[in-house]
Every structure is written in C-alpha cells, then in structure tokens.
C-alpha cells in the first residue's frame, strides 16, 4: 500500500515495513536510550522476530509503518492493527517510537497521521491506544490529534492511559 502523506520531507521518506526491515528495526531499539520510552521499538523488533508475543491484542492484521532517512536509516516506527480485539470497527495504535535524534522534525505526526490513515481504510471508526502517564511529551502528543483519555491502566512497565479518538468514516463528519 502506498502512504499518502499531506507533508513530505527531503529528509526521509515514509513506508510500509516488512520482514526485510528487521535488521533495521532491531539497530533503532539496540540505540534506543534506556528508559526513552524504548519499550515500543524494543517489542516490535521482538515480535517481528518472533520472540514476543501480544497475549491481548492479535497482531495477525497489524501493519508497521516506518521512517527511513535519507541514508536507509530508521528514523521511527509506528503500528496499526484494524479489529483490535475483535471488534471490526476498533482500530489499536501501538509501537510508536521515534528516535530521539529525529524528533521535531514531524516524524511522529507523518507515522500517526499514516496509521489513522490505515485504520481508516480497513473501515475503522475509532482508533485507541495506550500512552505512558510518565511523559507528559507523549500524552500532549496524542492530545493535539484528538485522542482524549479514557482512564489509566497498570501494566509491566507502568501505568498507561487508554487514549481513544473517533476517525473520519464515509458519510460522517
């Protein structure tokens, strides 16, 4: 599937990922700063090498986006999972992650702005995800594009918000 995206950079160019892109994903979480919210890109590299597996969230239908540099280099990572939870019309937002050298440059909102964008084309009405409470930078984040908090959940490494937003859908404003 080819990603549309309203802004583009010179910089780095946005695409769907594939198993060919593991050993790319595994150097983004080997150089993730411990304690840099790194737990997203760990997973994902470890899922992707199958050495994790989601007990709650079905990760058959995902599809990772992510951001290369102009030199091949991962830049930030991001996935969508339409029928979370085996609800057709729920979409799930997980694994985002960018790398810390990379933020401010709008990677985040390309990668989120593409995994809406997927949801949206599986036919999905709303999107949720979880947000570390502890950084404040994440939950401003997903606040600015409309998600709001729908109560806080204890987890392995923390306590996370359950964020939800309502997505476009033909025929509803």
């Known amino acids: 599937m080819s990603l549309n995206l309203s802004h583009s950079n010179p910089e780095w160019s946005l695409g769907e990922l594939s198993q060919a892109d593991l050993t790319e994903v595994r150097r983004l979480a080997d150089a993730a700063p411990q304690g840099d919210n790194d737990v997203p890109i760990t997973r994902l590299a470890e899922e992707m090498a ?23 280099c ?8 339409p029928g979370a939870e085996g609800i057709a019309c729920e979409g799930y937002i997980s694994r985002v992650y960018v790398a ?7 990677l985040g909102v390309a990668i989120a702005e593409a995994l809406e964008a997927i949801l949206v084309g599986e036919g999905c009405s709303r999107a949720w995800l979880y947000c570390w409470s502890g950084i404040p930078q994440s939950v401003a984040f997903w606040s600015r594009r409309g998600f709001v908090r729908m109560g806080t959940v204890a987890c392995d490494e923390g306590w996370v918000l359950r964020m939800i937003k309502l997505l476009p859908v033909s025929g509803r404003q």
């Open 50 to 72: 199958g050495e994790h597996k989601s007990g709650w969230v079905s990760i058959e239908n995902r599809r990772a986006v992510g951001v290369f540099g102009k030199n091949g």
């Open 74 to 81: 991962l830049l930030g990572v991001g996935c969508a999972t």
């Open 100 to 106: 810390p050298e990379a933020r401010g440059n709008g």
